[in-house]
Every structure is written in C-alpha cells, then in structure tokens.
C-alpha cells in the first residue's frame, strides 16, 4: 500500500511540472501554420508559400526550407493578410534552384532578427510535376500568327563584371500581326513600348530605343525579313527567337542554325552569331574566326511553362559573334559563350519565354586583327598597336564621352558615367568577359 502510495504522489508530482512548463514554453513560441499549398498537393512552376501574417511579428521573418535546405528568409508585410515566398520549382529566376519532379518537403519557422526562433515549425509534402503527363513522341515546331493578334512581351538584361552589376534594362515589347501571307509567313510590326527603361551607374532612365516602331515578316520558321526602314536603318529586332526546324523532331533531335543575341548595351544592339556553314558562304578574311563556331539545338522535352505546355529547347552556343558599326567595311567580332533555353508553345506556335546567360568580350578587336590570329579569342594588340575598341567610333557623336553609343545614347537627361567591363576599354591593352543574363516572357 505504501508503494503504490510513493508511486500517486511520483505521478502527480510528474503531471504538475509538465502542466507548468510545457504551456509556458509553448506560449513563448508562435503558432505556425501552412496555409498555402496545401498538403499532398500537385504544383508546378511558381508555387505560393504562406502562412498568416499575425505569426510573424515584427523584425522577424519567416524562414522557409526545401527538402532541408535554406531558401529565403521573408519579414511580414505591413499589411498584407499572409507572408509569402514565391517558390520557383523551375529555378528560372535569379539566384533559384531547379527541383526534379516528385515529392519534395516543405518546411517553415519563424525567427527574430538574431536567428532565434520565435514562432514554431510546421511542414508539409507537395508532389512537383512541371513535366507533362502525356506528351507527344514526335512534334513539329512552327511559329502560327492571327491577323490583328497581339503579344506582350516582358524583356530584361542584366550584365555584370566581377559580379558588379554595370547595367541592366527591362522592355516592354509589343508585336502585332498585321496580316498573315498566304505561305503562313507574318506581316509582324514591333514596338518597344514607351515604358521601357534601362539602369546605369545607379541612375534609371527611359530606354534609349523607347518608341521604336519596326515592321518585318516572319516566316513559319522563325527566320525575319526586314522592312525597308528596318533594312534601310540597320536595325534588328528586339525579339530574337530561335529558328525551328522545318522537319518534326522528337525528345533528344538536335540541330544547327545561328542565332542573334540581344545586347541593347554599350551602343551594340544585337549580336549575329551564324553555325560555321553558315559562316562559309559569307565574303570576307575575317570570317577565318568564326570556322569554330557551333550552335546547337536540342529539344529536351516537353514541360509546362507560364501555364502553357510547352516543348524545351537548350541551345548552347560558343565562337565569336558579330556587329556591323555605323559605316565600318567590316564586322567587328566579338567573342561568345552561352546557354540557352526556349520554352516554345508548339499547340499556339509561339514563344512563351526564354532564359539566356551568356559571356561576351566586350573588349573590342577589329575583323582584320581577328582574321589575322585566326582564333575566337581578342587579341591584346593589332598590327600596329593597340586593338580597334568598337566604342570609340562613337566619340565623334558625343564628344568627351567615348561610351556614349549611337546617337541618341544616352536619353536626354542622363549623367551617369559610363562603365563597361572592368578593364579601361580605351586602351585596349587587357581583355575581360562581360557575364549578362536576357529573359524573356510573354505576359499578355
């Protein structure tokens, strides 16, 4: 009697320190709840993780991990209802990490500004699937149009040097069909919207190009024709999409074609980087530099991408590109290596994004001095001194300011200085890779 006596009062004694503690150590730490996705769930692309803004109090955050690693920590908003974190499965954005498809685990807490943790954790399971569930074996890609159709399209550069940010712009471009030709070609006019914008030396202003107006055709394979404005002018698209192939193609089929690349930076609008046949038919001693050059495409397969199915294109591309300068004889060469990739919308026969990263030498050197090494890389010096910089031709516009670009460049108003890649760029004595990135997506 007495044992069973000893063990009540051991028993009691037990369930009073957990009845004072426990609760008290519970209150000190925040209810945590994920109310966006759901658990189980199936996502794809962005996914909105949130959880109810009253858990999150002031200088804390909301710290969000994915299958046990770190991804963003998010303060509360002044008044939105719910904190929330864009989770990129995909990883196109900057600085995200793509996900396989399959279960992955989502976890959240909440911690103060000194890292300890103030709110608790609650975590959940969601299944990725960015992949389509019956794709085609076999597709045929082609750019289809509708007379009086129009496209929106969200357009971003950023370059760096040793990380630096030097530049960045964001168009807004708008392509209208004005008429569709009887071999399915489009009469396509594009505008860059007044709204676009560039950043320089820390200062925003309206993009040099803002109100541009261009009218060309575009075949049922990508490739353009300039008007004659367009023609007469010297000007290239803003949107430079990827050839298709006119045969169909299934998962793993690769095939060749140039490209053109979009600088709109350092008064170098578009960069034409054609395979090494194409390269052959064209006249000129400098054309030895681009024998090496390769562009490759490959369709990965088909994925889901800005809500529309979509097959995957990765073109990785490598040699030297060129730019025709304001009354120059011949190209100036610039040497290029990148990554591409093209999510085509082949039931609509458009593009719905792509995402380019690539480096570029921006150094300068002349076609004579290239031809003569025969190589993809500037050299240091020409035949008799110091490489030809591509920018200085432009000095007689503006004098004082060998950066300044074509007229025009920079918009009236601007008085930021003019940085290119980390070397001088006048003397031409060193040579450095200019890092950018160009996304493009359609948003309307």
Request: aromatic share 10%; charged share 20%; hydrophobic share 35%.
């Amino acid at each position: 009697m007495f044992y069973l006596y000893r063990m009540c009062v051991w028993a009691t004694a037990v369930f009073l320190q957990f009845a004072l503690v426990w609760p008290a150590s519970a209150a000190a730490l925040r209810p945590v709840r994920i109310l966006n996705p759901a658990p189980d769930s199936i996502v794809r692309e962005r996914v909105k993780i949130e959880i109810d803004s009253g858990a999150v109090p002031a200088n804390a955050y909301m710290v969000v991990h994915i299958d046990g690693k770190f991804r963003a920590a998010v303060a509360r908003p002044l008044k939105a209802p719910r904190v929330t974190y864009v989770w990129d499965t995909k990883g196109s954005a900057p600085g995200d990490e793509p996900v396989p498809d399959g279960r992955h685990e989502i976890r959240v807490m909440v911690v103060d500004e000194k890292g300890k943790q103030v709110g608790n954790t609650d975590s959940l399971y969601v299944t990725v699937k960015n992949k389509l569930d019956n794709p085609p074996s076999m597709v045929r890609l082609v750019y289809r149009f509708r007379p009086e159709e129009q496209r929106l399209y969200s357009h971003r550069t950023i370059a760096r040097s040793a990380d630096v940010e030097l530049f960045s712009n964001h168009l807004i471009v708008k392509r209208t069909c004005d008429d569709v030709l009887p071999n399915g070609a489009a009469l396509i006019r594009e505008k860059i919207e007044r709204t676009s914008r560039q950043t320089e030396a820390n200062q925003t202003v309206q993009f040099y190009k803002a109100g541009r107006s261009l009218v060309m055709t575009v075949a049922r394979d990508g490739s353009i024709s300039p008007g004659k404005r367009m023609e007469r002018m010297r000007e290239q698209a803003a949107l430079q999409f990827l050839r298709v192939p006119r045969e169909p193609i299934r998962p793993g089929s690769s095939w060749q074609s140039g490209i053109k690349v979009p600088l709109f930076y350092q008064g170098v609008d578009v960069l034409d980087m054609p395979t090494a046949s194409e390269a052959a038919n064209l006249q000129g001693a400098w054309t030895l530099a681009l024998a090496k050059n390769k562009v490759i495409h490959t369709l990965k397969g088909f994925e889901w991408q800005n809500g529309f199915e979509t097959a995957k294109i990765e073109t990785e591309y490598d040699g030297t590109a060129i730019y025709m300068l304001p009354g120059a004889v011949t190209p100036t060469l610039f040497p290029i290596t990148g990554k591409r990739t093209t999510y085509f919308d082949f039931k609509r026969g458009r593009v719905v994004r792509v995402e380019d990263k690539f480096s570029v030498d921006l150094s300068g050197a002349s076609g004579a001095s290239l031809a003569a090494t025969a190589t993809a890389t500037a050299p240091t010096s020409g035949p008799t001194g110091p490489v030809f910089n591509p920018y200085t031709a432009y000095s007689r516009y503006m004098p004082g300011r060998p950066y300044s670009g074509p007229p025009g460049y920079p918009p009236s108003g601007y008085t930021g200085g003019y940085t290119g890649t980390s070397t001088s760029g006048t003397s031409g004595t060193e040579t450095t890779r200019t890092q950018m990135e160009v996304y493009v997506s359609l948003v309307g």
